[in-house]
Structure formats: structure tokens, C-alpha cells
């Protein structure tokens, strides 16, 4: 009789062990991505480039990193949704994502109050972060960009007039679009029209027309790839010369696939380029991912994986998953020898780091240079 209570005993003992190790004992990262929706093509890139990520870095603190990937469908309301999911069922110790700035600030409270570390890769406005002690990023935010931007426009570009096209529906659009303005109204550039437009809409002939009115030097149109592939071929149709400048939402391959011959020309900030790779940590990845996908790296995809290896070069500094002690060592990163390049963290939480210009060229993405902050 004890023989058989000792046996019974032991394999309970060992199937808890089991589960514990197997399923418990891992370091639990959320992932808010939009694998569906007007932005799913960055949720792909991302994607991409998180699960290289995991390959080179599969653990922290000794434990399995499990990676938690929930789809916001490039919804606000989604967001929120997956943000809450993550906390309250899930229990994960930190973030990635959301990708662009409004779904992430609709997620970023919400984890925020739960005192859970979030990293976005891609979230450029301002106010992702403000005001926060949980919430960071990948990249440089939009004052820095928008700044770049009308510099590089008046310096490399010589342009002294220019028209502003920006989708008022996007909190990154509006924001980036008000920067350039201050920056190219103090450099001594002349803002002649200014016209809005809305994600997802198919005709933009009413602002080109007032813009072709103004003749100006450059259209600035700050918005996501596919409005910005559409109003270049619409440009041309109607004959209209000025110089295309954009963001970093540009930086997709997309706006080639939709753009075609249009789009060519048409320059754009952002934070990435395979020649811009000084790293050894940026060499790797880019010989991981070459063989992988037997293409070149993108922008969301370096910007994600710097956010993965940011976030557990944090768990790890920390030597703990107290999320608090987390924060704090994701406060105290600097000079991250990263993909995109070398980030400090400020006290706002924001990446200080370099930008860097493209071109669309011969329906493919050209390095122009690179702007230090």
C-alpha cells in the first residue's frame, strides 16, 4: 500500500515538474501586430524579422522566450482589446508593439496602468510616449523626422515652396506633417496649400487640382504607402512636376507594387538601410535574413528586431521578470549597437538615433544618406 502511494506520489511530482518546466517556465512576451487590415503588410514585415529574431535569441535568463502574437486587425479598438487580453489573461512581462502610433496609443494606457514595458518598433509620434513611464520605442520620433525632412527638402532638394497632403485620420500623419511645416517655415520655405485626405480613400483629384493651381516646388505627403502610392500616380496623370517627399510609412514595398513607375522619385525619411549597417549584430541579421527570405531587409523588420533584442537585453540586465525592474533597465539602455543603428533610450522614453533618406529609383529602394541627430 505505501509502495503504491509513493509511485502515485512520484508521478504526480513529475508531471508538475513537467508542467512547470514545459509550460510555465518560459519568459512570456506579448506581440501586437496588425496581421489583417489597411496595415497589414507591416504586420508581416514585422513578423518576418520577430521570428529571426527568436531564432538567434530563443532565451533569457536561462528560460524559453514564448511569444505571445495577437492580430490588432489595424484597429484602435483592437488594439485596446489585445493590449487587455495580454495583460489580464496572458500575464506577459513586456510588449512589442503595436506598430503605428495610433493603435499604440490606444494599446500603450492600457499597459501603461498595468505596469507592463511596451516597445514599439514603429510608432513615431510623440505622444505614443508622453507623459508615460512604460511605454518606448525603436525609433526616432517625428519632431526629429519632420525636422530632417525640411532640411533635407531646402538643402539637398532647393526647393523654397511646397504643398502639404496628409491623412487627417492618422495621428502619425497629422503630427508629422505640423513638424515639417514649423521646421520648413523657419528655414525660410513657403507653405502655398495645404489639403487632407482619409485612410482608405481612392480619389484624391479635388487636392491635386488646388495643388497644381499653386505650382509648388514639393509635395509633402507624410501618409501611409498606399495613399502615397495612389496620389503619385494620380500626380502624374494630371501632369504635375513638383518634387514627392514623404515619411517612413512610405518604406514598404508595397508602394512600389501599387505605385509602379509613378512613385519613382519619390524620396521619403526613415530609420533603415542595408548600407547604413555598422553593427555586428545588424551583419548577422542581415545575413540570417538574406538567407531566409532571399530578399532585402525593411525598415519595420530591422526596427522590430532591435525592439526584441532591446526588450531581453533589458530582462537581462534587470536579472529579473519583475516588470517594474524591467522599465527601469530599458530606461537606462544606451548606445545599443542595434540593426538601425546606435540607440540611447531618453528620459521620455524615445530613441535617440540616426535617420536616413531614400529614393525610389528604377522601381527599386536607393540609400541617399544619412542625418545624425
Known amino acids: 500500500m505505501k509502495k503504491g502511494v509513493i509511485l502515485f506520489l512520484t508521478v504526480i511530482f513529475v508531471l508538475s515538474f513537467s508542467l512547470i518546466s514545459f509550460g510555465e517556465d518560459v519568459v512570456k512576451i506579448g506581440v501586437i501586430f496588425p496581421m489583417t487590415g489597411p496595415f497589414a503588410a507591416y504586420g508581416q514585415m514585422a513578423n518576418e524579422s520577430l521570428k529571426l529574431a527568436q531564432e538567434l535569441r530563443p532565451t533569457v535568463l536561462g528560460k524559453p ?77 517625428d519632431p526629429f523626422q519632420g525636422k530632417v525632412a525640411a532640411k533635407f527638402a531646402i538643402g539637398y532638394l532647393k526647393v523654397k515652396t511646397a504643398a502639404l497632403l496628409t491623412d487627417i485620420s492618422q495621428d502619425y500623419c497629422v503630427g508629422l506633417v505640423n513638424f515639417f511645416e514649423k521646421n520648413f517655415k523657419q528655414m525660410g520655405g513657403k ?40 496620389i503619385a500616380k494620380q500626380a502624374k496623370v494630371m501632369g504635375i512636376k513638383a518634387a514627392l517627399l514623404s515619411g517612413d510609412a512610405a518604406d514598404a514595398p508595397e508602394i512600389i507594387d501599387v505605385g509602379g513607375d509613378a512613385v519613382n522619385g519619390l524620396y521619403f525619411t526613415t530609420h533603415f538601410d542595408e548600407k547604413a549597417v555598422k ?78 533618406i531614400k529614393k525610389i529609383q528604377n522601381g527599386k529602394f536607393k540609400f541617399v544618406t544619412v542625418v545624425n541627430p
Open 279 to 356: 553593427s555586428k549584430l545588424g551583419k548577422e541579421y542581415l545575413k540570417l535574413y538574406h538567407k531566409t527570405f532571399k530578399k532585402e531587409a525593411n525598415t519595420v523588420g530591422a526596427l522590430t528586431f532591435d525592439a526584441y533584442y532591446m526588450v531581453l537585453d533589458a530582462i537581462e540586465r534587470a536579472g529579473s521578470l519583475d516588470t517594474v525592474k524591467i522599465r527601469d533597465a530599458l530606461s537606462a539602455t544606451k548606445n545599443f549597437e542595434g540593426v538601425t543603428g546606435t540607440i540611447t533610450i531618453d528620459e521620455h522614453g524615445n530613441a535617440v538615433k540616426s535617420a536616413v
Open 65 to 141: 522566450v514564448k511569444l505571445i502574437l495577437l492580430d490588432n486587425k489595424s484597429d484602435k479598438v483592437e488594439a485596446a482589446n489585445t493590449a487587455s487580453r495580454l495583460v489580464e489573461k496572458e500575464h506577459v512581462v513586456a510588449v512589442i508593439g503595436p506598430l503605428t502610433s495610433s493603435l499604440s496609443m490606444a494599446a500603450g494606457p492600457i499597459l501603461e496602468k498595468a505596469k507592463i514595458p511596451m516597445m514599439s518598433p514603429y510608432a513615431t509620434n510623440p505622444l505614443v510616449t508622453q507623459g508615460k513611464k512604460f511605454i518606448f520605442r525603436a525609433c526616432f520620433i
Open 191 to 230: 507653405i502655398v496649400s495645404k489639403t487632407f485626405c482619409k485612410t482608405g480613400d481612392q480619389d484624391f483629384s479635388a487636392q491635386l487640382t488646388s495643388i497644381k493651381s499653386k505650382n509648388p516646388d514639393l509635395i509633402y505627403m507624410p501618409n501611409y504607402y498606399a495613399e502615397d502610392a495612389l
